[in-house]
């Protein structure tokens, strides 16, 4: 039995939400470091915002999140944490000024026949009526719908929702919900969409910019971190009208115990995850294909006993349409981004995603700023992509991504490419890790009303709810502003400290109207 001290605040999950929460409990709270726990059931910090490898190895991102100037709570966290090493400047003050420094304007988004494609969205009449119609429609009319049954087919033909997709992972069976509310989040960047101007991005990957500083700094101020430690359930204590949580159940090396939850103490429930039963193939091995849902299984045996806490079944229960596959390249030379930069007319760094948007895969890659990690040496490249429908034959290989090598996946882009005779040259000695994630996209599944629990569900004495599957209004998953928004709700309910700030409502604003507007109608 584990002797909790007086008032102490449990966070489970290792993800960005927890670390978010602690710094607000810290800040805004008052909260003495020491009387934080984090439990995550990995042996690393930073859920879905990862990066790890070495030259030797080949390094590995599973994913990246966009970042853009209205993602206001995001930039709050990251004002309050230090640059390591660098004096006053912060990592909000880094973010800024790398951007500065490396403008992205994308003069190569989408690439046909092995050439630079015209990015025009291609939209006809009846698209953009039926674009407005929907931006217009009420969020409740679209409850359990998906994007498909919103738009004629030949809209899913355009660069417009290629562009769109593949930016943010979209399929046409996603929840129309959620799309609704990205186009009206982010309708302000409808005007440089086609270059992906006002994507902000970080100086390395978001590992090492973003999760490695914050752990640092919650470590410096006494959070106790208990990686290794899985929550496996909870007690509940019902009154009529109030419900507790008076135990927390815990497997740690190994060993099963029970943790008491004091009256006073607080505790904060990430559920579900989009990184779980993630697994890793090589240069000549695709990746397994796993059942594991640990964090689901946490979160069902909740929702078994109370509706407030939603329904998981509705976002992991076909794997088949929240899965796609990632892949990490690291070259010990620079043939290959010497070739890209010609071929896409972007300095490194300066572009963006680049689709193929014909393949079978709808395979996607991005050269990101060198050196992408923190410790990466100077004759080292890495860069990254994905296929959005990688369950499709490629069009070189003949067979499913999911069955690829990484030597298979090189082949399937230096086809897309029109270079497979230069692949020996290009991909010399490449390191592909390539990344198969069951639930990715599984935040985007139809929902309805109560689907997703609400951050303090009503009766909840000492708990709160947050990350990528808790319901707030107007704001979008996928994003590290979502779960740092929930972040900032939950310790604002169980502690104290300020409400954060609206979402930035660009959709009300004539101004950013009537940009959209003129935009779709050019094209």
């Not at 909840?460 to 996928?478: H, K, P, S, T």
């Amino acid at each position: 039995m584990i002797t909790p001290s007086p008032a102490t605040h449990y966070l489970i999950g290792g993800g960005i939400s927890s670390l978010a929460a602690a710094v607000f409990l810290i800040r805004d709270a008052s909260v003495r470091g020491g009387d934080i726990v984090i439990f995550e059931q990995e042996n690393e910090l930073g859920g879905s915002l990862d990066g790890s490898g070495s030259p030797d190895t080949g390094y590995l991102v599973r994913g990246g999140r966009m970042f853009e100037k209205h993602f206001v709570c995001t930039f709050d966290l990251l004002g309050s944490i230090p640059l390591p090493g660098v004096g006053q400047r912060t990592l909000k003050d880094d973010i800024e000024s790398f951007n500065r420094e490396v403008r992205g304007s994308s003069r190569c988004r989408i690439v046909r026949d092995a050439k630079r494609a015209d990015p025009s969205f291609g939209l006809r009449a009846r698209d953009m009526v039926d674009l407005v119609k929907f931006m217009a429609t009420p969020e409740s009319s679209l409850a359990g719908r998906t994007i498909e049954s919103c738009f004629s087919p030949a809209f899913f033909e355009t660069n417009f929702w290629v562009m769109w997709a593949t930016t943010f992972a979209f399929q046409t069976w996603h929840s129309a919900t959620e799309l609704r509310r990205y186009f009206r989040r982010f309708i302000h960047l409808f005007p440089e969409f086609k270059r992906l101007g006002g994507v902000l991005r970080t100086r390395y990957n978001q590992y090492d910019s973003i999760i490695a500083p914050i752990s640092a700094w919650l470590k410096g101020q006494g959070v106790r971190f208990e990686t290794g430690t899985r929550v496996r359930d909870v007690d509940l204590e019902r009154t009529s009208i109030k419900q507790r949580i008076s135990a927390l159940h815990v497997r740690r090396h190994g060993r099963d115990e029970r943790l008491a939850v004091s009256p006073e103490d607080r505790v904060y429930l990430t559920l579900g995850s989009m990184t779980a039963g993630s697994t890793t193939g090589t240069n000549a091995t695709p990746p397994a294909i796993s059942d594991e849902k640990l964090s689901w299984d946490f979160w069902a045996r909740l929702a078994a006993r109370d509706p407030m806490f939603g329904r998981p079944e509705v976002f992991c229960q076909n794997v088949e349409k929240t899965r796609w596959e990632s892949f990490t390249v690291t070259l010990p030379q620079s043939a290959f981004f010497d070739f890209m930069e010609d071929f896409t007319g972007n300095a490194t760094g300066t572009g963006g995603l680049v689709t193929f948007a014909p393949s079978g895969w709808t395979m996607s890659v991005v050269l990101f700023n060198q050196p992408h990690f923190a410790q990466q040496p100077e004759d080292v490249f890495v860069f990254w992509g994905y296929g959005l429908r990688g369950d499709r034959k490629g069009d070189f290989v003949g067979k499913p991504m999911a069955e690829c090598t990484g030597e298979d996946i090189l082949r399937e882009l230096a086809g897309q490419l029109g270079v497979s005779h230069r692949i020996g040259e290009l991909f010399k000695d490449a390191k592909i890790i390539p990344c198969m994630m069951p639930y990715i996209t599984s935040q985007f599944m139809p929902r309805q009303r109560g689907d997703r629990p609400v951050t303090v569900p009503e009766g909840a004495e000492n708990f709160a709810i947050m990350g990528q599957f808790c319901e707030l209004e107007r704001d979008v998953v996928f994003t590290v502003e979502y779960s740092v928004r929930s972040a900032k709700l939950a310790v604002q309910a169980m502690a104290s400290g300020p409400r954060p700030p609206e979402v930035v409502r660009t959709d009300c604003s004539p101004v950013a109207l009537a940009r959209a507007a003129w935009t779709l109608l050019r094209g």
